[in-house]
């Protein structure tokens, strides 16, 4: 089953059906919700603005699903089958970027729907580098062109799908396909005959574009869940996508944030009773004398498998459209796993020999030595003078990697090597300004609560300081005495250790005191 996306349903006879996630994203009101609608055949039970409160406001609040089946395309395979689309509703209200990271890391394919009337909006900015961060391939949906006056429609069609492809030239969604559509012609209030405009074409354009995801079974099994409710006389009911590894009945599952663990006493996908699942899947797994009010969206997992950390090492990379440096010691949004919570940082680069060596991305290096850095280090970056000290591999290198140390306010669960994204979520929703500000990979967690004295002696990042003394007196071919580095009351003890070097080239190291008066031994090993 390894590397398709399909899971048996229910025996050997039934036909393949191949699950692709897209992730439908945009600006508020640019009509993703009536786009989700007017594609969808079959709705899950998290479809649609099933909340009381996004319907009275008319806004997505939460992840919405729905499904959309159609028949398998040639290129994904011979032989009879169904392609089943699931669409992921974002909610483009800016306070609730939370939900759509946590809903990025299981969407394959996205669908970024711009207002025709109205082009790129700060959301969309901010959809598109989510995208960007964690998704493969995109395709852009010019909606509401019912709104254009007709004999003008396909003179601002064409302008506005120049403009988005000048927009995504520098991105990797360069030469995608742009698709002008009208969803829900005359808007909301219209009648439910109304035929929508574009969308079957829309619909083929999606085919074209579904790919074989790599899916893996392997692993430790974990699940975002985005709804629970239950049933009477079979249990409690929790519906998500499976992030990572596969399930079957009979498996126990925990509940990390609970410290519960529970046996699958049954399962579904979209009304089909299934005995297994894999990593891509949407599936609704059911439990027994459990509470559903304990847990409205979350994450179940293979037992012991996440852990719930106090603060972490990352690896790092500033987001192009962030207006302002990055800041050490100043406080973000830091979203890991699906959860999302205030954060201090502290950024590190390798020490200046090392600033071209290839990237580690998977594992961090605690025998090494790091070069504390005031703010992340970048093209624009106003590096403090303390930077400038430390900076010695000539003027403007760049490290190809930098890392951050993160100090959560309050302890988070999440999976190892999970995504990380750091955003300035106070910052005004009006402000035309691109909130999220670095995305990372989580390398290293600290799950013990005293990390402070145990685990941070262990991070090795130094301040570079930059003094001056002469050589009074050569004593031998490997020992020389200093002067003018320190004070007379300085206690030297402390240095002892450290490298100096001599105009002549060579490297020191300092071995003490010599007398009383600031002056220090150097030996030349």
Request: glycine share 8%; with cysteine.
């Amino acid at each position: 089953m390894a590397g398709s996306a399909a899971a048996p349903a229910s025996g050997p006879s039934t036909p393949r059906r191949l699950n692709v996630n897209v992730g439908v994203l945009g600006h508020i009101d640019s009509g993703k919700t009536a786009l989700a609608r007017a594609l969808s055949t079959t709705s899950s039970t998290a479809a649609f603005d099933r909340a009381p409160q996004s319907r009275a406001r008319g806004i997505t609040l939460d992840l919405g699903f729905s499904c959309l089946r159609t028949s398998l395309p040639p290129h994904l395979g011979p032989g009879p089958g169904e392609l089943q689309l699931t669409l992921v509703d974002c909610p483009g209200h800016a306070s609730l970027i939370r939900t759509i990271i946590g809903g990025a890391q299981i969407i394959d394919l996205m669908m970024l729907v711009i207002d025709v009337t109205k082009g790129m909006q700060t959301q969309s900015a901010e959809c598109l580098v989510i995208g960007q961060i964690a998704c493969q391939k995109m395709v852009v949906v010019l909606n509401k062109i019912d709104l254009l006056p007709e004999g003008k429609r396909q003179a601002a069609i064409e302008k506005m799908t120049k403009k988005m492809q000048k927009t995504l030239e520098n991105t990797k969604f360069q030469g995608c396909p742009i698709i002008a559509v009208a969803a829900k012609p005359g808007g909301p209030e219209a009648p439910e005959t109304v035929n929508p405009i574009g969308v079957s074409e829309l619909i083929e354009v999606l085919k074209s574009q579904a790919y074989l995801p790599t899916r893996d079974p392997t692993g430790s099994f974990l699940m975002a869940i985005d709804h629970c409710f239950s049933i009477k006389g079979q249990g409690t009911v929790m519906t998500g996508t499976v992030l990572s590894g596969s399930v079957s009945l009979g498996d126990n599952v925990e509940i990390p944030a609970l410290k519960v663990t529970k046996k699958v006493k049954s399962m579904q996908m979209f009304h089909t009773p299934v005995t297994y699942a894999m990593q891509g899947d949407r599936v609704g797994v059911c439990v027994t004398q459990f509470d559903p009010k304990l847990l409205e969206r979350g994450l179940i997992c293979t037992p012991e498998s996440l852990q719930t950390i106090h603060a972490a090492v990352i690896s790092l990379k500033k987001i192009q459209y962030f207006r302002g440096a990055l800041q050490t010691k100043a406080k973000f949004h830091i979203t890991v796993g699906h959860e999302t919570v205030m954060g201090r940082v502290m950024f590190f680069s390798p020490a200046p020999a090392d600033f071209s060596k290839e990237p580690w991305e998977t594992a961090f290096d605690f025998e090494k030595e790091y070069l504390y850095q005031e703010e992340y280090l970048s093209k624009g970056s106003n590096s403090s003078e303390e930077n400038k000290e430390n900076d010695q591999s000539g003027e403007g290198q760049l490290p190809r990697q930098q890392w951050a140390l993160l100090e959560f306010e309050k302890p988070v669960t999440c999976p190892k090597l999970c995504l990380v994204i750091g955003s300035k979520l106070d910052t005004d929703i009006h402000a035309n300004t691109c909130r999220l500000a670095f995305h990372g990979v989580l390398l290293q967690g600290m799950e013990d609560k005293n990390y402070i004295e145990t685990f941070l002696p262990k991070l090795k990042v130094y301040k570079l300081k930059h003094k001056q003394g002469q050589v009074e007196r050569v004593l031998d071919d490997y020992n020389v005495i200093g002067r003018s580095l320190f004070k007379k009351e300085t206690n030297i003890q402390i240095f002892v250790g450290l490298k100096v070097k001599l105009s002549t080239g060579e490297d020191g190291i300092i071995e003490g005191g010599f007398g009383q008066s600031g002056k220090f031994k150097i030996r030349i090993p």
